[in-house]
């Protein structure tokens, strides 16, 4: 009996209204959704609990396995990879397989996918099983990200393919640090393709940056119209609400335009 025991009563009624004198010696759920310290004689499955002195049960949290299917194919093999999962589910004897199947390119953000959702909702004990690594991004740096999520979550992630698992062992931290390295080289050479591809245009004569000018309005199709209404003596107001605008979207157009001259009545 530990010492929490010894200072503690059962938490029971008597025959008599009361509440037991005698130590508790154990937590006992009931069914009102309470649980209460008992002693030996109150532990049973029908004992009758002291007004207020129970707990709220906790409830256990049951640990999930997600199989993630993405395809982007209709030729990919759903079936053979359910399998697979399937067999590694109960090779680890994994909780029940919760499918998850969705038909997207790895190249979108995998926030903006299923598997976004699926990372915001498991928590410290989930499991989720891919067939291989690059259906959670087509990149290193999208795995990579999926990765670092899963370890802060404490969720474990395993893939079919050469038999990979992120489960706290050295060897997923070690394959982690492969990947978090390949990263920065991909960012590198991302940033890297990027600045050739800008000095090769310029190279070519083609003018980098935002071009000048007042650029593209709603407004310019209807150019000789709002300068001729303006010049009957139409008002701003009536222009802008005439062609969908704001009276100072209006006049912002002109002074762009240089058309104060032209549209003064």
Wanted: glycine share 8%.
């Amino acid at each position: 009996m530990n010492d929490m025991h010894e200072k503690r009563r059962c938490e029971c009624l008597t025959t008599i209204g009361k509440q037991c004198v005698n130590p508790a010696t154990v937590w006992r759920k009931h069914d009102d959704g309470n649980e209460y310290l008992v002693c030996k004689k109150h532990n049973g499955r029908y004992f009758k609990p002291f007004p207020g002195t129970g707990q709220p049960i906790q409830e256990e949290h049951k640990p999930r396995t997600i199989g993630y299917l993405r395809v982007s194919t209709d030729e990919q093999d759903l079936d053979k990879n359910k399998a697979n999962i399937l067999h590694l589910a109960n090779e680890k004897r994994l909780s029940t397989v919760e499918w998850v199947e969705e038909k997207v390119s790895g190249t979108k953000d995998w926030k903006k996918r299923k598997l976004g959702e699926i990372m915001a909702v498991l928590n410290t004990g989930d499991t989720l099983i891919v067939s291989e690594l690059s259906r959670l991004g087509r990149s290193t740096l999208q795995i990579l990200e999926v990765m670092k999520v899963a370890k802060e979550k404490g969720i474990a992630v395993h893939a079919i393919k050469n038999g990979w698992s992120l489960n706290g062992t050295m060897e997923s931290k070690i394959v982690l640090q492969v990947l978090a390295m390949v990263a920065e080289i991909e960012r590198d050479l991302i940033s890297e393709r990027t600045k050739e591809g800008l000095k090769a245009r310029k190279a070519a004569g083609v003018i980098l940056g935002r071009p000048k000018g007042p650029g593209k309005s709603k407004l310019d199709p209807h150019r000789e119209e709002i300068i001729a209404l303006l010049k009957n003596g139409s008002t701003k107001t009536f222009v802008a609400k005439r062609y969908g605008c704001s009276p100072e979207n209006l006049m912002n157009w002109i002074s762009k335009n240089k058309l104060n001259a032209e549209v003064k009545p």
